[in-house]
């Protein structure tokens, strides 16, 4: 078994490619035109982390609700500080601002993507 790509749908794609484009820095790596949607990949440079943004193109009219299932879509990054300068640089911020989970973990920022779907930023500390 291998598992191959989470999904989520979004109501403006070209928010949405930009958002995961240009500040997460994934890739589009494929794109899939259906009869009632149109599916877009985006991937890290590994692309082992798959999402499919699903753009409907009937969308109903109150909008989509994430329901109380899903948390949060998490990546890692080398430098939270610089990631934080790259955030600002989009004009966006963080839903809650970096902290170090514990003493000498990880530290952990959230965001929203345009849909609002939480984003936790990662960055590990190095074990030397």
């Known amino acids: 078994m291998k598992f191959t ?7 403006d794609i070209e928010k949405s490619l930009k958002f995961y484009t240009e500040v ?9 035109e259906l009869k009632t949607a149109t599916l877009y ?15 409907n193109h009937e969308q ?18 080398d430098n939270i500080n610089a990631f934080t300068q790259k955030l ?11 902290f170090e989970v514990k003493e000498g973990g990880p ?11 939480q984003i936790e930023i990662i960055e590990k ?3 030397l």
């Open 5 to 11: 790509h989470t999904m989520i749908r979004v109501s």
């Open 24 to 32: 997460m820095g994934l890739k589009k790596v494929k794109e899939m």
């Open 41 to 55: 990949f985006v991937a890290d440079e590994r692309e082992c982390c798959t999402i499919e943004l699903t753009h």
């Open 60 to 77: 109903p009219e109150e909008g989509y609700s994430h329901g109380s299932y899903f948390g949060h879509l998490a990546f890692e990054t």
């Open 88 to 98: 600002k640089s989009s004009g966006l911020e963080y839903t809650r601002p970096p």
């Open 107 to 117: 530290t952990i920022a959230f965001l929203e993507d345009p849909d609002g779907y």
């Open 125 to 127: 500390k190095i074990n």
